[in-house]
C-alpha cells in the first residue's frame, strides 16, 4: 500500500484555500505558541496542513476539524523542538511588554524538552497541554480523544518525571 498523500475526494483547488484560509491562522497561532519564530511557525503550519491532507481519512467524524488541526499542528511543532536545540538560541525579541509572559513560556518550553528526551509523542502532547496550554485533565482527554482515566495515568506518569528532572517552579499547570 502507498504513502502517497491523496487529495480527499471532491475538494476543489478553491475548497482547499477556504479551508487554509480558515484554519491557518489558528495553527500559526498554536505554532509559534510553541516555535517562538515566525518562520519556524510558518514550516509547521505548512507541515501540518499536508500531514492533515494525508491523514483526512484518520479523521473521526466525532471530533471537530480543529480539534485534530489543532493535534496534528501540536505533534508538529513537538518533533521539530525535537530535532532542534532551543537551549542555544534565544527567541526572536518578544519585546518589553510580553517579556514576563514569554520568559515563562521560554522556560517553559526548554523544560519540554528536557521532557522529549524522556517521553514518547503521546506523552509528550499530554505533558505540552498540561503544562504550556495549562489544560485540564478533562480538556486533554477530549482533545485527545483519550479517557480522562487514561490522562489521569499519564499526567501522574509525567509529573512524576519532571520532578525527577527537576520542574522550574514557574510552569504553569492546568486544573485536575
Known sequence: ??????????????????LYDRYAPG???????LLQREADAWDAVQESCIRVLQ???????EARPMTFIYRVTTNVCLNMLRTR???????????SEGAVDALAATECRDFLMKLARE????????ATLH?????????IAQVLGLSRKTIVRDVQRISALARALGE???IRRGAG
Open 27 to 33: 495553527m500559526y497561532r498554536r505554532a509559534f505558541a
Open 131 to 139: 503544562y504550556l496550554d495549562g489544560m485540564s485533565q478533562e480538556e
Open 119 to 126: 517521553l514518547d509523542e503521546r506523552a509528550l502532547t499530554v
Open 55 to 61: 491523514s483526512a481519512a484518520a479523521f473521526r467524524r
Open 168 to 170: 522550574p517552579e514557574g
Open 85 to 95: 536545540a532551543l537551549r542555544d538560541v534565544a527567541p526572536e525579541d518578544a519585546g
Open 1 to 18: 500500500m502507498s504513502k502517497v498523500a491523496k487529495m480527499p475526494p471532491g475538494l476543489s483547488p478553491k475548497e482547499l484555500q477556504d
